[in-house]
């Protein structure tokens, strides 16, 4: 028995000895792979290695005949809108399209893929598509706080992700077909967008309603209460619909990719519709051409006779007071349905007043009148009285408009006083109330 075990116990250190010895082995070999998966990585100082995924960067952007779309997301934690640029990249120079400002312009300038501390792609020459979103407003240094310079921080063939290097918004540079037509995709956009017009609707999930919230094509966001959670996000129009920036999550469902369906005025993704809402007393565009008598305080017949204007949502006015016209401009709000008229210079028709006249806000209840730039009144369709009613827009905090007087101005560009020095007036429009339709 002595022997057999001094046996066992021999062969017990032989197997543990060759088991070590294997082990030993086996790390050794993982080691050499691991040091040559790190010489293969590491081969390269890291200067090199960015300025080799500038070039590669560089060569992506540039692959794309048909360029790239761009969703662009504007505000700090996106709190502002979303849009949709158009991007070709090309011997160092892009090409850009977009629903910034004219969704027609399209603008060429320099671009470079630079090193920063990573690759960072830089638009360093003005365009007149891209950098508006980054410019400066008058008493907003920041504006919509938009970028123009952008880290790169991963890519496959067909979208780059970025993310912008002063707002930290990350946004994704998607491939377009070879074939792509601009114009067209624009034009398309320019469709969904006027199509999507009124701002409220129903958010229906199969045939149950489930909340009534906004897409707002002013601000570009969308905005709804489902159960206990708020949605508030910026979207992106595209050619066939919108994305918001970020899922809708019920239940376990998500839906971010939505449809329009222009004859039905429904956004649709899977099982959830966003049906447009369209208020009782909301009026298109053409509805308020023709002509209007204005009721004021005063014991006179004026009237305002309005035409298409030049530019989009505008309306041409004609004031007829004392048999004098004076030309007005107004503007239409589609997602409201309502007109507004603002305080305007007015060209003086009789000529005499040297400087023509400006159409002031004022408050005839607090016997104030405005100067400052600001102030407007809506007028709103009624439709149980059959008229439009005037509203202060409450663009003077603490005051309310509620009527307008024709100052007249002379040579030296200031207000024309009378011996009493009380301001000289071409026309008044006192307590605006309402205005009816008559042709």
């Given at each position: 028995?002595?022997?057999?075990?001094?046996?066992?116990?021999?062969?017990?250190?032989?197997?543990?000895?060759?088991?070590?010895?294997?082990?030993?082995?086996?790390?050794?070999?993982?080691?050499?792979?691991?040091?040559?998966?790190?010489?293969?990585?590491?081969?390269?100082?890291?200067?090199?290695?960015?300025?080799?995924?500038?070039?590669?960067?560089?060569?992506?952007?540039?692959?794309?005949?048909g360029?790239?779309?761009?969703?662009?997301?504007?505000?700090?934690?996106?709190?502002?809108?979303?849009?949709?640029?158009l991007?070709?990249?090309?011997?160092?120079?892009v090409?850009a399209?977009?629903?910034?400002?004219?969704?027609?312009?399209?603008?060429?300038?320099?671009?470079?893929v630079?090193?920063?501390?990573?690759?960072?792609?830089?638009?360093?020459?003005?365009?007149?598509?891209?950098?508006?979103?980054?410019?400066?407003?008058?008493g907003?240094?920041?504006?919509?706080?938009?970028?123009?310079?952008?880290?790169?921080?991963?890519?496959?063939?067909d979208?780059?992700?970025?993310?912008?290097?002063?707002?930290?918004?990350?946004?994704?540079?998607?491939?377009?077909?070879?074939?792509?037509n601009?114009?067209?995709?624009?034009?398309?956009?320019?469709?969904?967008?006027?199509?999507?017009?009124v701002?409220?609707?129903?958010?229906?999930?199969?045939?149950?309603?489930?909340?009534?919230?906004?897409?707002?094509?002013?601000?570009?966001?969308?905005?709804?209460?489902?159960?206990?959670?708020?949605w508030?996000?910026?979207?992106?129009?595209?050619?066939?619909?919108?994305?918001?920036?970020?899922p809708i999550?019920?239940?376990?469902?998500?839906?971010?990719?939505?449809?329009?369906?222009?004859?039905?005025k429904?956004?649709?993704?899977?099982?959830?519709?966003?049906?447009?809402?369209?208020?009782?007393n909301?009026?298109?565009?053409d509805?308020?051409?023709?002509?209007?008598?204005?009721?004021?305080?005063?014991?006179?017949?004026?009237?305002?006779?309005?035409?298409?204007?030049?530019?989009?949502?505008?309306?041409?006015?004609?004031?007829?007071?004392?048999?004098?016209?004076?030309?007005?401009?107004?503007?239409?709000?589609?997602?409201?349905?309502?007109?507004?008229?603002?305080?305007?210079?007015?060209?003086?028709?009789?000529?005499?007043y040297?400087?023509?006249?400006?159409?002031?806000?004022?408050?005839?209840?607090?016997?104030?009148?405005?100067?400052?730039?600001?102030?407007?009144?809506?007028?709103?369709?009624?439709?149980?009285?059959?008229?439009?009613?005037?509203?202060?827009?409450?663009?003077?905090?603490?005051?309310?408009?509620?009527?307008?007087?024709?100052?007249?101005?002379?040579?030296?560009?200031?207000?024309?006083?009378?011996?009493?020095?009380?301001?000289?007036?071409?026309?008044?429009?006192?307590?605006?109330?309402?205005?009816?339709?008559?042709?």
């Amino acid at each position: 028995m002595k022997i057999k075990n001094i046996k066992e116990e021999v062969n017990d250190k032989q197997m543990k000895k060759a088991y070590f010895l294997f082990m030993a082995v086996v790390l050794t070999l993982l080691m050499q792979a691991c040091l040559h998966d790190n010489k293969t990585a590491f081969d390269l100082p890291a200067a090199q290695r960015i300025d080799q995924s500038v070039a590669d960067y560089t060569a992506l952007l540039e692959s794309s005949e048909g360029g790239w779309m761009l969703q662009y997301y504007a505000g700090k934690n996106y709190s502002y809108g979303g849009y949709t640029l158009l991007l070709k990249f090309k011997d160092g120079q892009v090409t850009a399209m977009g629903d910034v400002l004219d969704p027609e312009v399209k603008a060429t300038s320099d671009y470079e893929v630079v090193k920063d501390q990573g690759p960072m792609l830089s638009f360093n020459v003005y365009n007149k598509v891209i950098h508006p979103l980054a410019e400066a407003w008058l008493g907003n240094p920041d504006g919509i706080q938009g970028d123009y310079e952008f880290s790169i921080l991963r890519a496959t063939t067909d979208s780059i992700v970025l993310r912008g290097r002063k707002w930290k918004n990350e946004m994704v540079l998607t491939r377009l077909p070879k074939d792509a037509n601009w114009e067209e995709i624009m034009l398309s956009i320019i469709t969904v967008k006027d199509g999507m017009s009124v701002n409220t609707y129903n958010f229906i999930q199969g045939n149950d309603t489930l909340a009534q919230g906004t897409i707002d094509p002013t601000t570009r966001r969308l905005s709804v209460t489902l159960g206990k959670t708020t949605w508030d996000m910026p979207y992106c129009t595209h050619a066939t619909g919108i994305v918001l920036r970020q899922p809708i999550v019920i239940g376990n469902k998500q839906y971010q990719n939505f449809t329009w369906n222009e004859t039905d005025k429904v956004l649709t993704d899977n099982d959830l519709k966003l049906a447009q809402f369209v208020p009782k007393n909301h009026k298109t565009l053409d509805f308020w051409v023709g002509e209007w008598q204005l009721k004021t305080s005063l014991r006179k017949r004026i009237t305002l006779t309005l035409e298409l204007g030049t530019a989009a949502n505008t309306l041409k006015g004609h004031l007829l007071y004392d048999k004098v016209s004076y030309e007005l401009q107004l503007t239409y709000d589609p997602a409201t349905g309502r007109i507004e008229l603002p305080g305007q210079p007015v060209i003086d028709p009789t000529y005499k007043y040297p400087a023509g006249i400006v159409l002031i806000p004022a408050s005839l209840k607090e016997k104030k009148i405005f100067g400052e730039g600001k102030g407007s009144m809506y007028f709103t369709w009624n439709g149980d009285t059959e008229r439009a009613d005037a509203e202060d827009s409450g663009q003077i905090t603490g005051h309310t408009v509620d009527s307008f007087f024709g100052v007249a101005y002379g040579e030296d560009l200031s207000p024309i006083l009378d011996p009493k020095g009380d301001y000289v007036y071409a026309f008044t429009l006192p307590n605006i109330e309402y205005m009816r339709k008559i042709k």
